[in-house]
């Protein structure tokens, strides 16, 4: 038998969980979704970020017992919500009767008679998600889609026509603020330069790529030696976040695109490349933008395996999912 049979033999192992899920299970969702718009006057808006968490929120809440915050920037309006309302619409924001309809665009959201306007910023996010108390079997969502930094990857929000400034969050500061809760803990991000928050180490990310390698393969080349030396080294390999789980929609120096073009559905142009394929996994249908409650078991670990199949050869070489699992993964539904 080779090393290499024997080596993906071990990895196997890692990836797979025999975890049940506590019938108290409880799940915590936080939800971001930042248009950007009209930003400093000739920003570009990002079209499809409301649907698209829309649609995550639709489908997680059918995992079962759901406690969700959601933060909603749209159209230059900003609102905070326990209990969202989303409705379909056509190109021109007329509310749909069915969200199957073939002149869907996508969601928009819809506030409750007398909201007001929240004006949140990254940081009250932060702020919320201090105050959450998990228990051991709990379960921990943040979801964002909106624009990452170049530089560093960091969530930008609040930018607006009257403003050239926006707030941003470096990976450091979200993941240490995660990393406090209890429970388990995955992040979600659908944003440009994201890859940045998956750990170079081979331990903790299901993809390494050497710096000679483009990140739209599959696997990097050196991906089982990587591991063989990580699995035999007497070096220690440490990650402060082995707690977290992360799925990213690009490589850490690639940007994501916001919809997709040459999908294998009639709506994929009002969803992100990366969301569109993460809804399916999930079990959401794309083709009558609904969420679907199903039984069947649902890891992370299968998710992206989900998306990277599925995931059009060619816009890999635009931005290429990726996922860090901790070595173990962790089971959804």
């Known amino acids: ?20 899920i506590p019938s108290e299970r409880k799940i915590y969702l936080v939800t971001i979704a930042d ?4 930003y400093n006057g000739n920003g570009r808006k990002l079209e499809n970020v409301v649907t698209d968490q829309a649609a995550l929120y639709l489908q ?26 989303y409705v379909p619409v056509d190109k021109n924001n007329i509310e ?5 309809d073939e002149a869907f665009k996508g969601f928009v959201y819809k506030p409750k008679e007398g909201e007001e306007e929240s004006g949140w910023t990254i940081y009250d ?9 998990l228990g051991d079997d709990d ?18 929000t609040n930018a607006s026509s009257i403003s050239s400034q926006w707030d941003s969050l470096s990976p450091e500061d979200l993941l240490s603020r995660i990393s406090t809760l209890g429970g388990k803990k995955l992040v979600i991000l659908d944003s440009c330069y994201s890859g940045v928050y998956i750990p170079k180490s081979p331990l903790y990310t299901s993809d390494i790529f050497s710096s000679g390698e483009k990140e739209d393969r599959w696997m990097g080349t050196s991906y089982p030696n990587a591991i063989k030396e990580a699995l035999f080294s007497d070096k220690d390999v440490s990650y402060p976040y082995g707690d977290i789980w992360i799925l990213s929609s ?3 120096s690639q940007e994501a695109s916001d919809s997709l073009d040459g999908g294998d559905g009639p709506f994929q142009l009002c969803y992100g490349a990366f969301t569109y394929y993460l809804l399916k996994a999930l079990g959401y249908d794309t083709d009558r933008n609904e969420a679907v409650k199903k039984e069947s078991r649902l890891t992370v670990y299968s998710v992206y395996s989900y998306v990277r199949n599925n995931f059009p050869s060619y816009e890999t070489q635009i931005q290429t999912p990726r ?3 901790g070595g173990l993964d962790l089971v959804l539904r």
């Open 35 to 38: 248009d950007f718009y009209n």
């Open 60 to 85: 997680i809440q059918t995992f079962g017992d759901i406690h969700v915050q959601s933060y909603i920037a749209q159209n230059g309006k900003r609102y905070t919500s326990s209990s969202p309302i």
């Open 125 to 133: 996010v932060m702020e919320y998600i201090g105050t959450l108390e």
């Open 250 to 252: 690009t490589g850490n």
């Open 139 to 156: 379960l921990f969502i943040l979801s964002y889609s909106g624009h990452g930094e170049k530089d560093n990857g960091a969530l930008m």
């Open 323 to 325: 996922v860090s699992n």
């Open 1 to 20: 038998m080779s090393i290499l049979l024997i080596l993906f033999m071990i990895l196997s192992l890692f990836s797979c969980s025999n975890e049940c």
């Open 96 to 100: 749909l009767e069915k969200n199957s």
